[in-house]
């Protein structure tokens, strides 16, 4: 009697386990949303900021008004492909690694703009 009772009960588990295969399938699904939702929002813009720096610093000229990432505004005297060396008041040199120039000073054009609309109530 005992072998029959097993019998039918493992009959029943493996159609539980049967059903349960594409149910488990579809419990990942908003995993699988949450990571596209990451992706998106987070990592792809990152990504692509860190290619348009990688650019700026890229195509660094003499003359040009930098900031760096320790808060120093400084004028390009010289670039080497590791070194850049900024005028930060006559006839004061520093040498700066290439990677911690952080942008131009005073920003973009698209952001100068918007400050001195902002600033002029426009």
């Known amino acids: 009697m005992f072998g029959i009772a097993f019998a039918m009960g493992t009959g029943g588990d493996q159609a539980a ?3 349960g295969g594409p149910g488990g399938l579809l419990s990942f ?3 699988i949303l ?3 939702i990451f992706y998106f929002l987070l990592i792809r813009p990152q990504q692509k900021k860190a290619k ?3 650019a700026f610093l ?4 003499k003359g040009e008004a930098v900031i760096t990432s320790g808060g120093l505004h400084g004028v390009i005297t010289g670039i080497t492909d590791q070194v850049v060396t900024l005028e930060i008041a006559d ?3 520093v040498k700066v690694s290439r990677g911690n120039i952080m942008g131009k000073e005073g920003g973009t ?3 100068s703009s918007n400050n001195t609309a902002a600033k002029t109530g426009g």
Not at 58 to 61: F, P, S, T, V, Y
């Open 29 to 31: 699904l908003p995993l």
């Open 17 to 19: 386990g049967a059903a």
């Open 34 to 36: 949450i990571f596209f």
């Open 52 to 54: 348009e720096h990688q």
């Open 91 to 93: 006839k004061v040199r």
């Open 109 to 111: 054009a698209e952001s």
């Open 58 to 61: 890229a195509n660094l000229k």
